[in-house]
C-alpha cells in the first residue's frame, strides 16, 4: 500500500468541497494531518488546481474572506462562491457558521 504525501491528501480534501460551502486553509491543513500548514495550502492550490481541477474557488482564509480579494484572482473567487449559493455581508465576509463545510467523520 502506498502512503499519500501531504500534497496528495490535500488535493483529495479539496476535491471533497461541496458545491455551496467553502473551506478554510488552516481547516483543510489540519483534516491532512498538518495545523501549522496554511501556506502549504496554499501553495499546492496554486500549482495543481489547474492541471487537477480543484475547486480552488472553495478555500478562503480562517476570517470567511478571499485572501485574493486584491489580486485579479478575488472577483472571479466571488463570483464562482455566488454561483454555488455562497452569500456575502456588505464588507466581503462569508459567514463560517452557515457556510463551512463539515465532512462527516471516517470511519
Known amino acids: 500500500m502506498t502512503r499519500q504525501t501531504f500534497t ?3 488535493i483529495e480534501l ?19 494531518g498538518n495545523p501549522r500548514a496554511a501556506r502549504q495550502v496554499a501553495r499546492a492550490l496554486h500549482a495543481c488546481s489547474q492541471k487537477e481541477g480543484l475547486p480552488w474557488h472553495r478555500v478562503v482564509n480562517r476570517e470567511g474572506r478571499i485572501a485574493l480579494e486584491t489580486y485579479a484572482g478575488g472577483a472571479e473567487q ?27 467523520p471516517e470511519r
Open 78 to 104: 466571488k463570483r464562482l462562491l455566488e454561483n454555488e449559493g455562497v452569500e456575502f455581508d456588505p464588507v466581503g465576509v462569508i459567514d463560517l457558521d452557515v457556510f463551512l463545510w463539515r465532512p462527516e
Open 8 to 10: 496528495e491528501r490535500l
Open 14 to 32: 479539496i476535491r471533497r468541497i461541496p458545491a455551496g460551502k467553502v473551506a478554510t486553509y488552516g481547516q483543510i491543513a489540519a483534516m491532512a
